[in-house]
């Protein structure tokens, strides 16, 4: 998908989303809007070096904030609108993992509900993590795995989504809750990838997308963007990391 298909895409999207408004919301006005966030949003558009040289991202407040191996969130940031998200967790007590940044949250807890009334029982593993937190993480994957895989399955600290706020892995009680690639399978694992998008939310380490992400499946790992661009990401069968960069 270019971007003129997908310009065209998101404006049908933001019509189609509001009936009853769409009178004094004409398709070129949105078709107006989606390409200028799109283009502030665009991969080329969001870094800048830092003075040893690595790429750091500029729109970290976007729910289009694009964070991978090339491409890094400061050390020290922390989403200002951190809120405790209100579903099942797989583990008591409070913790951080339990928080993401409010818009996320508020989509989270509704993508809950919708899958509990289709009788699918899901739980909340982890969310926003720190860098230090995200540091601890890799630096004991390479001491389990090696770095080679470690690169693989897991990310640097300050290339990981969790930082961003709006990121939360999911499971269920018939892969143990554990992050396994067999939750995909699953019947819990089959109903998040159709339904996530509706609330806002792709699989961003989606089943062959690995060369574009560099990262391994993880059906369990869904992503905020916002329910127009989750649809139009999914439906481009591209990772974030590829739609944004073509825009």
Sequence with gaps: MNFRQSRKLIAA??????????????????????????????????ITKSTSGANIVINKLSTLVLVNKTRNLPSNYVPADLVKVNVPFSFSGDSPK???????????????????????????????RSYATQKAIFDRNVKLKGEKVANQTSARPGQSEHQTGLAMDISSASVNYELEQSFGDTKEGKWLAKNAPKYGFIIHYGKGLEKQTGYSYEPWH?????????????????????FLAQQ
């Excluded at 078709?31 to 502030?40: G, I, Q, R």
């Excluded at 869904?222 to 590829?242: C, E, F």
């Design 222 to 242: 869904v992503r905020y963007v916002g329910v127009y661009m989750a649809s139009v990401i999914t439906a481009s069968n591209q990772s974030l990391d590829t």
């Design 98 to 128: 339990k928080q993401m940044r409010k818009i996320a949250a508020e989509a989270l807890e509704k993508l809950f509900a919708a899958a509990k009334k289709d009788g699918i029982s899901i739980k909340a593993v982890s969310g926003y």
């Design 13 to 46: 999207l933001l019509i189609g989303a509001s009936l009853t408004t769409a009178a004094t919301y004409p398709a070129a006005h949105a078709a107006s809007a989606s390409s200028s966030f799109l283009y502030s949003n665009a991969a080329s558009r969001t």
